[in-house]
């Protein structure tokens, strides 16, 4: 009896098929109470699915669930969470133009049917008192940041009750202090005797914030250990059913250079100065990281170089041809490739096909097309090799990219990219929210690129990745360039310092 | 609870699509025939009589055929902006200016009539481009939304006309007190026909020239990609803003030459009036949004509903309310509509339901 009482969901032999695949194969899965309990494995492990029959949103072909005992049965979202699971999804559920305190009701029984706003906010307050998280009520919740979103969606799954709290790969959205911070708000959860299921492929998180880890892998359970002494290279190993290498061949003897920055200065999209200064050169057959937190210039520097941003002052050439303010078109001409940051705003049109958005680079060549007619059979050829090269998995080249999973999606822009960077590869966060096999491959074309004698610059905020792949690593910090190391040199503790806009001899 | 659900196909083809729109119609009309029933009318014999008022004679065929060159002009003009993501709700207006300018030189000046028909067609096309160019620039340059611009624009049009009509080129001549003079030269009819002008030929030709372009031009994929994705249009280098404003301009330009075929093809529309347009505009946006922006599907939808709007004035005669054909109209529609967003979804059983929802998710 007394283990009982210590179980708070306890979920026994769940199988769950979607027309004729097995997703979940006899699935057990219990969560003490008061512990975070991480949920890993790759894409199509059967992570989300089994979270999303504890949350009542699928129903399980067999299996039973029991919540402090007593078994359940979900026939929708509501009922778990009025038994107390609730689950945060990776993509909110929020709706923008309202303040927290509206959003925090919308849809809950406990809403009064005439309400003011005062009553809303002060309810809110109240809410939030009880749980310990603060978000200002009265703000819309598109003033917030994505990290105070999720906190907003976090209370309202919890102001209905839920004692267990699911949270489907929280940290992909976030930057590195906002998952630091939401890491605080899940102790302070547990310490409250709430349970939390961590959903994630990130092992280095999974491993500082959970007690105990279950794996799985392909529908199946692997195993349910406690966290304390695991390491990611058996977590890698369990998820993945293979030992992975994560080893790169490095290239110390880097070619003439290839990318020229000099004294760059440009404005991000609200205008204000976002590099201030930049001076930076990368080299033929080498890879250049960039290592710094999110938003201290990346993502304008990768978009003055290809030609998406022109900069106030300064320049830039790439193989000595002054790219300064050069339109996309002629930087991509010169060999150039680009994996944006976000390739669902500028890598591809998730309405339009595979196929479609496999030649956005190449339409205008003469392989593709002739004068102004497209050569529709060269087309599909083309679409259809690119696919395969990258190992894009799709029912067809006809179908919206769109519809494809987001490991997918990436593989194929990551392809399309690599084809037309004869000189220069620009890839801005290149495996985000990729799993332990796709980051693999992504980052093995990268270095297939570099060896046959690209230049390759890599944008990352994630600090193991950088110094995984590259050959030279730049700190940059508040849009400038903070230091350059090379690979011999390279000191984690220093980098990490540089991070922080600390310990730094502004490079010049 | 009910066994089956709807589940989101992930590919249509435009088989499928077109089968759905036609039971649509077809379900559209027998819903309809149903509400005429229980008003005690006879839906069987006005059906007939639909039938008989088009394709009893060649005089209901014709009606048909000069009733759609209007409509499929300014169904044609939408459609290609559609492609791009861009509402163009202004093709009345456009339509109006073009026969507005058409009639500024056909009534004026004195050549020989072929020049004056080549002269009229070059000058509407402008007139139609030049009415949306303050939308295309704005959209493109500022992004100010395209629907209200054009839509607002629609008036200023209308009150010109009717300031024309009215006024400065009001025609002094004869007893019409609410028109111009007509125009000079009016287009030859197509051989064996009595009512049906050229005109009809070029809406045909401009659809299969489009369907051509999308189908296999680099022009054509670059508007369909900024149709899907401007940012990643641009990201490839393709020029937005240029295509942008070109595709407007020439949507408008298509508009304003319906206004002039319909000002020289027409029979009894030879002068510019406060009616000239028939709501042509409103008909060829229906037409447009139920072909999905396919051009080929245009001309089909726009000869369907021409002939159901023919039909819908043979009724009238007949002494059927114009609101009840109002309302055939707007149901017949509405079932082409649920049609086409019933092909895009299958019936699953309640348990697989779920699983394809899993696997999207």
């Not at chain 1, 890598?347 to 007619?373: C, K, P, Q, W």
């Not at chain 2, 624009?153 to 007893?175: C, I």
């Not at chain 2, 447009?288 to 043979?314: H, Q």
Request: hydrophobic share 50%; net charge positive.
């Amino acid at each position: 009896m007394g283990e009982t009482t210590n179980l708070a969901v306890e979920a026994k032999g769940i199988s769950k098929s979607f027309g004729g695949a097995l997703a979940l194969d006899n699935v057990s899965l219990d969560l003490r109470k008061g512990e975070v309990h991480a949920l890993l494995g790759e894409n199509g492990a059967g992570k989300s699915t089994l979270s999303n029959v504890l949350a009542g949103l699928y129903r399980a072909d067999s299996g039973t669930v029991l919540v402090d005992g007593e078994e359940r049965e979900f026939h929708s979202p509501s009922q778990a969470i009025a038994a107390g699971i609730g689950m945060v999804h990776q993509h909110f559920r929020l709706v923008l133009p309202m303040t927290v305190a509206e959003n925090l009701h919308l849809g809950s029984p406990d809403t009064p049917a005439v309400v003011s706003q005062k009553k809303l906010v002060a309810s809110a307050r109240r809410i939030m008192d009880e749980i310990g998280l603060e978000v200002d009520p009265t703000a819309k919740v598109w003033q917030l940041s994505v990290g105070e979103q999720q906190r907003v969606e976090i209370l309202r799954v919890l102001a209905r009750g839920a004692r267990v709290l699911i949270l489907d790969e929280p940290t992909a959205v976030l930057t590195a202090q906002e998952a630091k911070e939401l890491f605080a708000v899940i102790r302070q959860l547990v310490a409250g005797g709430r349970t939390v299921v961590f959903i994630s492929h990130k092992l280095n998180e999974v491993i500082e914030i959970s007690d105990r880890i279950t794996v799985l892998r392909g529908g199946k359970h692997v195993i349910t250990r406690d966290t304390a002494g695991a390491t990611p290279r058996e977590l890698a190993r369990l998820m993945t059913g293979e030992e992975l290498e994560n080893k790169v061949e490095h290239n110390t003897s880097a070619g003439a250079p290839v990318l020229a920055l000099s004294e760059v200065v440009a404005r991000n999209h609200r205008g204000i100065v976002a590099l201030h200064g930049v001076n930076l050169t990368v080299n033929a057959g080498e890879i250049l990281g960039i290592a710094g937190v999110s938003g201290n210039g990346q993502t304008e520097l990768a978009e003055v170089i290809t030609g998406l941003r022109h900069p106030q002052s300064g320049s830039i050439s790439i193989n000595g041809t002054d790219v300064t303010r050069g339109s996309t078109r002629q930087i991509a001409a010169l060999g150039v490739g680009h994996i944006p940051e976000d390739r669902l705003v500028f890598g591809m049109a998730g309405s339009a096909s595979v196929r479609d958005n496999a030649i956005l680079r190449h339409y205008r060549t003469t392989e593709l097309s002739s004068g102004l007619r497209l050569r529709r059979s060269a087309i599909i050829d083309f679409a259809k090799r690119l696919v395969a090269a990258g190992r894009v998995q799709t029912r067809s080249i006809n179908m919206p990219a769109g519809q494809m999973s987001g490991g997918n999606q990436q593989r194929l822009v990551a392809r399309r990219e690599s084809m037309i960077a004869d000189r220069l590869l620009v890839a801005a966060h290149p495996t985000r929210g990729l799993d332990v096999l796709a980051t693999k491959e992504v980052q093995s074309a990268i270095v297939e690129r570099r060896d046959t004698g690209c230049a390759v610059l890599m944008i990352s905020d994630d600090l193991d990745e950088v110094m995984l792949m590259s050959d030279r690593i730049a700190v940059m910090y508040e849009g400038q360039i903070m230091g350059v190391f090379n690979r011999s040199e390279f000191d984690r503790e220093r980098i990490g310092l540089m991070m922080g806009g600390q310990g730094a001899e502004v490079h010049q | 609870m009910i066994p089956f659900r709807f589940a989101r196909r992930l590919e249509v083809d435009s088989r499928r699509s077109n089968t759905y729109r036609i039971l649509g119609a077809i379900a559209g009309l027998i819903l309809a025939g149903l509400l005429l029933l229980i008003t005690s009318r006879n839906p069987f014999r006005l059906f007939g009589q639909s039938m008989e008022a088009i394709f009893g004679s060649q005089r209901g065929i014709e009606g048909v055929l000069v009733q759609s060159i209007p409509i499929l002009m300014c169904a044609i003009g939408v459609a290609l902006s559609l492609r791009m993501k861009i509402w163009n709700i202004g093709s009345d207006g456009q339509f109006l200016m073009g026969a507005f300018a058409a009639v500024g030189i056909g009534t004026k000046l004195d050549i020989p009539h072929w020049l004056l028909i080549i002269l009229m067609a070059l000058i509407a096309a402008a007139a139609g481009a030049l009415w949306i160019l303050v939308p295309a620039l704005a959209r493109a340059y500022w992004g100010v939304n395209e629907i209200i611009t054009t839509l607002l624009l629609n008036f200023v049009a209308l009150q010109l006309v009717l300031w024309a009509s009215l006024g400065f080129w009001r025609d002094r001549e004869t007893q019409v007190t609410q028109s111009t003079e007509s125009v000079k030269a009016v287009l030859p009819r197509l051989p064996g026909l009595d009512s049906v002008s050229i005109a009809f030929i070029v809406p045909i030709v401009l659809a299969v020239v489009l369907f051509l372009v999308f189908r296999s031009t680099r022009l054509g994929y670059e508007i369909d990609m900024i149709g899907g994705n401007a940012n990643a249009a641009s990201f490839a280098g393709i020029n937005v803003r240029r295509r942008i404003v070109g595709v407007m301009l020439v949507t408008g330009a298509i508009a304003g030459l319906g206004g002039m075929l319909q000002l020289t093809g027409a029979p009894g529309a030879q002068a510019l009036s406060g009616g000239f347009s028939n709501k042509f505009g409103l008909s060829g946006f229906i037409v447009a949004a139920l072909a999905g922006a396919s051009f080929i599907g245009v001309v089909v939808a726009g000869l369907f509903i021409s002939a159901m709007f023919y039909a819908g004035i043979a009724l009238q005669t007949k002494g059927l309310s114009v609101y009840i054909i109002f309302g055939i109209y707007g149901v017949v529609l509405s079932g082409i509509a649920v049609g086409e967003m019933l092909a895009r979804f299958r019936m699953v059983r309640r348990s697989e339901a779920t699983s394809t929802q899993g696997a999207a998710a």
